[in-house]
């Protein structure tokens, strides 16, 4: 290679490293500016959602004067805003550059994620696991934001079948993968705790999308190694 060419992919190479540089910076400066962002925005609505608790609490014919529920109405708002802060992220913001070029075109399969999230119809938890695969298409994720990807959603006011597609869709719509296949195993605290107060219900749900949908081998595959213990 000749000394021009050397510098040209010298140039090159700086070029490229230095706009991928920039990329990552304005991206740290934006979820900074995201985060600040959140943050006064949960402080302006605290005293509204703290008054409302308090109401709650009245209601209930509790006294909210008397020790034990004196902050009880604040600390209950500041969980109410964490339990819900998933409307305050996106897929993008949260992968961060995360995916990577790769030349691998099999399963990837993170299983027993740890799911936390609010039934929209009584505001009572349900909780479980998460066990996701996809099949890459030259580029993979990095493990860790499937699990993020599942915090984004979880983390809102909720039904199990839509937690269940939306983890999927981001999945797919992020990486354009082959296929993408999601299945969420759960304990329901309205079913446990009120209604027909079945404690050893457990619902199911799945989404499968691409290479699932279309191929029930590979579908089968996945169902079975998500599942082996």
């Known amino acids: 290679m000749s000394s021009i060419q050397v510098n040209d992919a010298a140039e090159e190479f ?30 302006a609505r605290l005293p509204a959602l703290q008054s409302a608790y ?22 209950a708002a500041k969980a ?26 099999e399963m990837v399969i993170v299983k027993d ?44 006011l909720q ?8 983890i999927a869709t981001g999945i797919s719509d992020a990486l354009q993968p082959l296929g993408v296949a999601v299945v969420i195993e ?4 309205c079913m446990v705790m009120r209604g027909v107060q079945k404690i050893n219900s457990r619902t199911v749900t799945s989404t499968m999308l691409g290479v699932y949908l279309d191929d029930p081998k590979t579908r089968e595959e996945f169902l079975a190694l998500s599942q082996r213990p």
Not at 59 to 64: A, I, K, M, Q, T
Request: hydrophobic content about 35%; charged content about 30%; some cysteine.
């Open 54 to 75: 308090t109401c709650i609490l009245r209601e209930l014919g509790e006294d909210v004067d008397r020790q034990g529920l004196l902050r009880t109405p604040l600390r």
């Open 159 to 166: 039904v199990q079948e839509r937690l269940t597609k939306q």
């Open 80 to 105: 109410m805003q964490f339990l819900t802060k998933g409307y305050h992220e996106n897929v993008d913001d949260v992968l961060n550059n995360a995916i990577f070029d790769e030349d691998h075109d």
């Open 14 to 43: 700086h070029a490229t490293n230095g706009f991928s540089e920039l990329a990552a910076k304005k991206s740290a400066i934006h979820r900074k500016h995201e985060t600040s962002r959140k943050k006064g925005e949960d402080e």
């Open 113 to 156: 994620i740890d799911m936390f999230s609010l039934c929209e119809h009584h505001l009572v938890p349900f909780f479980g696991k998460v066990h996701i695969g996809y099949i890459p298409n030259k580029k993979v994720l990095g493990l860790s934001k499937l699990a993020r990807i599942v915090e984004i959603f979880s983390r809102r």
């Open 186 to 189: 759960a304990v329901h605290m």
